[in-house]
């Protein structure tokens, strides 16, 4: 059973940044990490979960929300079962659990899509 852990949350003012890091074990199945598309989604308790960003297997296709263009970067490092949001010039309506998710086969941010999801790491931002 493939396992994801999200790392690199926390409290920030507004217009900083942080970068969230989700690595994978477990790979049970046989399938390899660079065989997963992976994405970001994000919640805020009493609404729905939103899909932020996603990432190919091999890292070449990457599609990001409208609320996150331009500020929020997604890579993976392949070698390292990992994947990264680097999230810049944060917003209070960034508040949110971020989870990564994982799936094969499918691709976008509806969150159907991915079988294998994190546990979630808390951003916060306030001044």
């Known amino acids: 059973q493939l396992q994801l852990v999200e790392s690199g949350g926390g409290s920030v003012q507004p217009g900083r940044s942080l970068r969230l890091s989700c690595t994978a074990s477990?790979?049970?199945?046989?399938?390899?990490?660079?065989?997963?598309?992976i994405a970001w989604f994000r919640q805020v308790p009493g609404k729905e979960r939103e899909g932020a960003s996603c990432?190919?297997?091999?890292?070449?296709?990457?599609e990001y929300a409208e609320s996150v263009k331009g500020r929020f970067a997604i890579s993976r490092d392949n070698a390292k079962n990992t994947v990264y949001l680097q999230m810049n010039s944060l917003e209070p309506e960034d508040t949110a659990i971020y989870y990564c998710?994982?799936?094969?086969?499918?691709?976008?941010?509806?969150?159907?899509?991915?079988?294998?999801w994190g546990q979630g790491t808390q951003v916060t931002v306030s001044s």
């Open positions: 990432i190919s297997g091999s890292g070449g296709s990457t």
């Open positions: 477990g790979f049970t199945s046989g399938v390899p990490f660079d065989s997963y598309v």
């Open positions: 998710a994982a799936g094969v086969g499918g691709w976008g941010l509806q969150s159907w899509m991915y079988e294998h």
